[in-house]
């Protein structure tokens, strides 16, 4: 069976992402659950760092937090895959079984946020799919000018909207060009620089 498709539309162009149930069951589900209700539309790409990742899907033009609809999921992060470049993956408090609806894609190879050990400082943050298109739009996200917004730190100056998120359904022609990808396998992880973290 194919992965799900989904298409997030954003003022700054579309991102088309490939997701990974059998890596990471619930965290995907949640996704698509979210993504059918249609919560992720008009929120934003609130919180944007150069050389690390794009945040959004939580809160709303005026920077308010939009209430989730689900409730936690299980962190997945030790099932296997990689927070690589390109990859989507759910945001989250300190806890590490805080994830809701929040997620960022990260733009560079960010192996401190993977997996390491089942506690608070070693869980990780679960990636559960791949930008598959629209990789441009991600970094030309991720170039725009931030600056504070009340007390958010990193908000682009001009606003990045999430005007809709939807699945996609494969057409016969896209079946037949290429297969279903698989996820990456996790690599080793280097020293970490010191960075910021994604925050739900």
Same mark, same amino acid.
């Given at each position: 069976?194919?992965?799900?498709?989904?298409?997030?539309?954003?003022?700054?162009?579309?991102?088309?992402?490939?997701?990974?149930?059998?890596?990471?069951?619930?965290? !995907?589900?949640?996704?698509?659950?979210? !993504?059918?209700?249609?919560?992720?539309?008009?929120?934003?790409? #609130?919180? !944007?760092?150069?050389?690390?990742?794009?945040?959004?899907?939580?809160?709303?033009?005026?920077?308010?937090?939009?209430?989730?609809?689900?409730?936690? *999921?299980?962190?997945?992060?030790?099932?296997?895959?990689?927070?690589?470049?390109?990859?989507?993956?759910?945001?989250?408090?300190?806890?590490?079984?805080?994830?809701? *609806?929040?997620?960022?894609?990260?733009? *560079?190879?960010?192996?401190?946020?993977? #997996?390491?050990?089942?506690?608070?400082?070693?869980?990780?943050?679960?990636?559960?799919?791949?930008?598959?298109?629209?990789?441009?739009?991600?970094?030309?996200?991720?170039?725009?000018?931030?600056?504070?917004?009340?007390?958010?730190?990193? !908000?682009?100056?001009?606003?990045?909207?999430?005007?809709?998120?939807?699945?996609?359904?494969?057409?016969?022609?896209?079946?037949?060009?290429?297969?279903?990808?698989?996820?990456?396998?996790?690599?080793?992880?280097?020293?970490?620089?010191?960075?910021?973290?994604?925050?739900?």
């Amino acid at each position: 069976m194919a992965n799900p498709l989904v298409v997030l539309q954003t003022s700054a162009g579309n991102i088309e992402l490939e997701l990974f149930p059998e890596a990471a069951p619930e965290t !995907v589900a949640n996704f698509l659950k979210t !993504v059918d209700s249609g919560f992720y539309s008009d929120t934003i790409f #609130h919180r !944007v760092i150069k050389g690390f990742m794009i945040q959004g899907g939580g809160m709303t033009a005026d920077m308010r937090e939009k209430k989730a609809p689900n409730p936690p *999921v299980p962190n997945e992060a030790g099932t296997g895959l990689s927070n690589d470049r390109g990859t989507i993956a759910m945001a989250r408090t300190m806890d590490p079984h805080s994830a809701t *609806v929040q997620f960022f894609i990260n733009t *560079v190879r960010n192996y401190r946020l993977n #997996h390491s050990a089942p506690t608070a400082q070693g869980y990780g943050y679960c990636a559960f799919g791949k930008v598959t298109e629209g990789m441009d739009v991600v970094d030309a996200i991720e170039n725009a000018a931030t600056g504070p917004s009340g007390m958010h730190d990193d !908000v682009p100056l001009e606003m990045v909207r999430i005007i809709s998120a939807a699945r996609k359904t494969k057409s016969k022609k896209d079946k037949a060009a290429k297969p279903a990808a698989k996820p990456a396998a996790k690599a080793a992880k280097p020293a970490a620089k010191k960075a910021a973290s994604p925050k739900g």
